[in-house]
């Protein structure tokens, strides 16, 4: 059997090496001295001046809302995962969906400004499998129109433009750390802000607001992780570039061996490298794509409709709409499986079947 994805686990002793100091130390959450250091060694890895650990990527992106503000609409894209949308929703706002550019994949800045009415006071915008947005353009329309930015990166652990960290722009970013991404602390986020200010607040927000034992600077939440969690990703830090260069090789084996198939991959920015957080092909059609899809079910191999369907026209608390480009990408797209423990060999079946199927 192949997943779509599974989590990495890196050996036992290094990760058991850690649980002495949280029974010595007996400070199990609370941002105890390991979600310190994972703080400060992912500034140091990203490259970043300030970051906070948070439990996850959903509750960053609510905080991230929440410290800026936000009321009214939020322009956003229907092509993303559902917790773009939800954050957006339970904060009280109102998602305001831009259709999708045909090749990148992301929100087609070029109609964000259609979408703007008195009522818009944010772009929330996904780098969608990692791939950078068109993010010049996203913040020359924010700029013009008074309006704040949020970058959901959850996919976009790593990922530069010209050589500077993806989560530098916007207002805020947010990173997911969950168990099924490219690096993980199990369950955990991050949010992202150069202000100095903003981040004072989303620092007050994660911890219920507390300025002190008795006194209360913010309405907050809970947005805090555990040693455990912390512990998890100090150890997935030191193994973070073997990852990185075993996901590129399966890639660049996948491209290979797939250029004779009728699909085509999301074009990437030009000034920005993947991360080969996944693998997505674009089939023709969407009987062309199922019909691979369920061949290589038949085989063992699973494979997932990522995004499908559109956010757009599927959530119950949502009135339908339908957006050209979206609704075509999201019948005919698959990821194939990508992870660390993968091998070239299972790559190369995969590559086998597929082609197979579609010269039948
Ligand atoms: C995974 C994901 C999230 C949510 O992150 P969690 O850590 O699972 O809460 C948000 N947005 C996108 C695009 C994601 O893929």
Known sequence: MIPVTKPFLPPQDSY???????????????????????????????????????????????????????????????????ATTSSIVWEGCQPIFVDIDEQSLN???????????????????????????????????????????????????????????????????????HATKLYHSIEGGLVITKDASLLKRLAYIR????????????????????????????????????????????TLRYDEKLKGLRTRRPLWHAHSENNYAYYPIVFESEVSMLNCMNYLKGHEIFTRRYFYPSLANTLPYLTPKNFEVTDEVDKCILCLPLYADLSIEEVDLICRLLLRIQNN
């Open 16 to 82: 058991s090496k850690y649980l002495t100091g949280i029974w010595q130390r007996n400070w199990l959450t609370n941002m105890g001295p390991l979600a310190s250091e994972l703080e400060m060694k992912l500034k140091e890895h990203l490259q970043l001046e300030h970051l906070l650990f948070v439990t996850n990527g959903t509750v960053a992106l609510q905080m991230a809302i929440k410290a800026l503000n936000l009321k009214g609409e939020i322009i956003t894209t229907p092509f993303s995962f559902v």
């Open 207 to 250: 911890n219920f607001g507390f300025d002190g034992p008795e006194a209360f600077a913010e309405l907050g939440i809970n947005g805090k992780n555990s040693e455990f969690h912390a512990a998890m990703g100090l150890v997935n830090l030191d193994y973070i570039d073997q990852i990185s260069s075993k996901r590129k090789a399966l």
């Open 107 to 177: 929100i087609d800045a070029t109609k964000i400004e259609a979408a703007i009415t008195q009522n818009t006071t944010a772009i929330l915008a996904t780098h969608v499998y990692g791939n950078p947005c068109d993010v010049l353009a996203i913040e020359k329309i924010a700029r013009k129109h008074h309006l704040k930015v949020v970058y959901d990166g959850a996919h976009a652990f790593g990922v530069e433009i010209n050589g500077k960290s993806i989560f530098e722009y916007g207002d805020i970013s947010t990173c997911s750390l």
